[in-house]
């Protein structure tokens, strides 16, 4: 079954760093559309950032932008995001997602990326 799984959440204090990482089953799943999305309790599912493969172009919610940092690793078959700086308000599950198509990777909604992990949870203490 081809899957997308997350690591590195946990728990950190404001201004602190955390890596999160994604590595997937099969390594064309990260041939197209890469994402990061986060979903804060009680809070709609916010697209934190997104990375097109083939392009290279990328995209990042003002809220995060200056402080996270989307990459891959083809050899690896893992996408990952390094966030610093954090704060109260990144507090989330925090979801990797891959889609089919490799173009417009900031519109699509989460629902129209095919793999989909299950999340990891970072907390971020004041």
């Known amino acids: 079954q081809v899957q997308l799984m997350e690591s590195g959440g946990g728990s950190v204090q404001a201004g602190g760093s955390l890596r999160l990482s994604c590595v997937a089953s099969?390594?064309?799943?990260?041939?197209?559309?890469m994402a990061w999305f986060r979903q804060a309790p009680g809070k709609e599912r916010e697209r934190v950032a997104t990375m097109a493969s083939v392009s290279g172009r990328t995209y990042y919610a003002d809220s995060v932008k200056g402080r996270f940092t989307g990459s891959q690793d083809n050899a690896e078959n893992t996408m990952s995001l390094q966030m610093n700086r954090l704060q109260p308000e990144d507090t989330a599950m925090y979801y990797c997602?891959?889609?089919?198509?490799?173009?417009?990777?900031?519109?699509?909604?989460?629902?129209?990326?095919?793999?989909r992990g299950q999340g990891t949870q970072v907390t971020v203490s004041s």
């Open positions: 099969e390594g064309y799943i990260l041939n197209n559309c």
């Open positions: 997602a891959a889609a089919t198509i490799s173009w417009s990777c900031d519109a699509l909604s989460w629902e129209q990326y095919t793999y």
